[in-house]
């Protein structure tokens, strides 16, 4: 895809990245973690893919949970259960069109997830050719 990091590397942020929010929500950790999150060096590419799900389960999970006025450590300040939930979505999203680009397959999510995640994460952000183009261009990527 638009990406300098190839498919295995794209697939691997976004879940270390989704399995990190999860960290720092279920911790309610206020600072910095300095661990990053990386692909077992033994597992087979399937068992990397089929990793998504749970990792996004797991977040969903402790979201749930999370009472509302709840913030843990985020970059950009203190974020709470519904931001974390809304920055995977975005990174899960994202980057499985980087990956599949990648591979010269195609992907399209479903449009009202996407204007759900838009309106949450970047509310300034509509645009002409809806919410998945939106998308795809507030995080910098190619419309295609």
């Known amino acids: ?3 300098e990091w190839d498919v295995e590397q794209t697939v691997t942020h976004m879940i270390g990245a989704t399995a990190k929010y999860t960290l720092y929500l279920a911790s309610r950790c206020e600072h910095f973690i300095g661990l990053a999150v990386t692909r077992w060096p033994d597992a087979t590419n399937e068992e990397v893919i089929d990793s998504v799900v749970p990792v996004a389960a797991g977040l969903a999970a402790v979201a749930a949970v999370t009472p509302p006025g709840v913030r843990a450590y985020h970059s950009t300040g203190p974020s709470s259960a519904a931001d974390y939930v ?3 979505c975005v990174e899960l999203l994202v ?3 980087d990956a599949l680009s990648g591979l010269g397959v195609a992907f399209a ?5 996407c204007q759900r995640v838009l309106a ?6 509509a645009g ?3 919410a998945w183009h939106s998308m795809l ?3 910098g990527r190619p419309i295609r």
């Open 86 to 88: 809304g920055r995977a």
């Open 95 to 97: 980057h499985t069109d």
């Open 137 to 139: 261009a507030v995080n």
């Open 128 to 130: 002409s050719g809806g």
């Open 120 to 125: 949450q994460q970047f509310p300034d952000a």
């Open 109 to 113: 999510p479903p449009e009202d997830l």
């Open 1 to 3: 895809g638009p990406l």
